[in-house]
Nanobody
Framework: QVQVVESGGGLVQAGESLRLSCAAS????????MGWYRQAPGKQREFVAR??????????NYVDSVKGRFTISRDNAKNTVRLQMNSLKPEDTAVYYC??????????WGQGTQVTVSS
């Protein structure tokens, strides 16, 4: 069984920073893409960032609205992924969900962590 647990959400003012962390545990032999989605009230869940490791090279993708402000990173030895969020805006307010993709293609999600940015 695989567990994915996020942490690091909270309430901040516009312009401030937060760092989200996500740890995966359980029957994991290797993790392929891992990353973050978010869901704001009344909106569909949207992609935020993804990181894929291939032969010690990391490939990252971001939604346009967070480019230059958010940075995703991963620690393969610890099965963790982080999202550093700088210059936060009220429109970044959402529940942020971490996901991992394991070797057989299954995707596992965390329970979500709330990020609230006040203006």
């Amino acid at each position: 069984q695989v567990q994915v647990v996020e942490s690091g959400g909270g309430l901040v003012q516009a312009g401030e920073s937060l760092r989200l962390s996500c740890a995966a545990s359980g029957s994991i032999f290797s993790i392929k893409p891992m990353g973050w989605y978010r869901q704001a009230p009344g909106k569909q869940r949207e992609f935020v960032a993804r990181i894929t490791s291939d032969r010690n090279t990391n490939y990252v993708n971001y939604v346009d609205s967070v480019k230059g402000r958010f940075t995703i990173s991963r620690d393969n030895a610890k099965n963790t992924v982080r999202l550093q969020m700088n210059s936060l805006k009220p429109e970044d307010t959402a529940v942020y969900y971490c996901y991992i993709t394991v070797a057989n293609g299954n995707v596992y999600w965390g329970q979500g962590t709330q990020v609230t940015v006040s203006s």
